[in-house]
T-cell receptor
Framework: GAGVSQSPSNKVTEKGKDVELRCDPISGHTALYWYRQSLGQGLEFLIYFQGNSAPDKSGLPSDRFSAERTGGSVSTLTIQRTQQEDSAVYLC??????????FGQGTRLTVV | DQQVKQNSPSLSVQEGRISILNCDYTNSMFDYFLWYKKYPAEGPTFLISISSIKDKNEDGRFTVFLNKSAKHLSLHIVPSQPGDSAVYFCAARKETSGSRLTFGEGTQLTVNP
C-alpha cells in the first residue's frame, strides 16, 4: 500500500511480557516517528529517526522502551517487561526530510 | 515543557457556522505548522500546513492563520459540517533542521446538525 502500515493493529499482553510493534513507512520517506496516545491524552512523542543521523530518543519514557530502524525503512518499537501504564495507542508516522508527516492507523496495546 | 498548547479541550458549533480552533506556541524556532484531524480508532490525518513566511493558507473550507509576533495560529473551518466532528491537533517543527513534530493536546470539535 501507499500509506504507513502498522502491525499488529491490536495487541493484548500480560504484564511483564515483552512486545514488539512494527511500522512500515511510506517508501522514500527518510524520517520516521513514534508517538503514543494514552486514553484521554494528547500525542506523546517517543522517538524520531532521520536518515542516518542518531535518533532523537528524548521522548522514551523509560529504559524498557527501545526502537530501531533497519536499513532506513522498517522500524520496530520494543517494550520490555510491560506495565499497565504502557497501555495506549502507539502511532507511527513518516515524512520526507522536510514536510508533512503521515500517520499509520496505530497499534492499540492493552497490558492486562 | 509544553511548547505547543491548545487551551480549549473542546468546542461545539452548529452546522453551517464557523469553527475556530486555536493554538499557541512558545518556541520561536518553530517555522512550520500543521493541523491534523483524528477520528476515534484511526491515526491522525493531515489537514493543512503553513510556513512561517506566510500568515495565511487556505484549502477549501479550511484556512490556517499564523500570527508570528503573538506565537499564535488558528484553524478556521467554514462552513462546519457534522463530519468535521473529530479531535484536532496542532503541530509545529523547526523545518530547516528537519526536526520532530511537537503536538498540542488536541481540541475535540463537535458540529451539531
Amino acid at each position: 500500500g501507499a500509506g504507513v502500515s502498522q502491525s499488529p493493529s491490536n495487541k493484548v499482553t500480560e504484564k511483564g511480557k515483552d512486545v514488539e510493534l512494527r511500522c512500515d513507512p511510506i517508501s522514500g520517506h527518510t524520517a520516521l516517528y513514534w508517538y503514543r496516545q494514552s486514553l484521554g491524552q494528547g500525542l506523546e512523542f517517543l522517538i524520531y529517526f532521520q536518515g542516518n543521523s542518531a535518533p532523537d530518543k528524548s521522548g522514551l519514557p523509560s529504559d524498557r522502551f527501545s526502537a530501531e530502524r533497519t536499513g532506513g525503512s522498517v522500524s520496530t518499537l520494543t517494550i520490555q517487561r510491560t506495565q499497565q501504564e504502557d497501555s495506549a495507542v502507539y502511532l507511527c508516522a513518516s515524512s520526507r526530510t522536510l514536510g508533512v508527516a503521515f500517520f499509520g492507523q496505530g497499534t492499540r496495546l492493552t497490558v492486562v | 515543557d509544553q511548547q505547543v498548547k491548545q487551551n480549549s479541550p473542546s468546542l461545539s458549533v452548529q452546522e453551517g457556522r464557523i469553527s475556530i480552533l486555536n493554538c499557541d506556541y512558545t518556541n520561536s524556532m518553530f517555522d512550520y505548522f500543521l493541523w491534523y484531524k483524528k477520528y476515534p480508532a484511526e491515526g491522525p490525518t493531515f489537514l493543512i500546513s503553513i510556513s512561517s513566511i506566510k500568515d495565511k493558507n487556505e484549502d477549501g473550507r479550511f484556512t490556517v492563520f499564523l500570527n508570528k509576533s503573538a506565537k499564535h495560529l488558528s484553524l478556521h473551518i467554514v462552513p462546519s459540517q457534522p463530519g468535521d466532528s473529530a479531535v484536532y491537533f496542532c503541530a509545529a517543527r523547526k523545518e530547516t533542521s528537519g526536526s520532530r513534530l511537537t503536538f498540542g493536546e488536541g481540541t475535540q470539535l463537535t458540529v451539531n446538525p
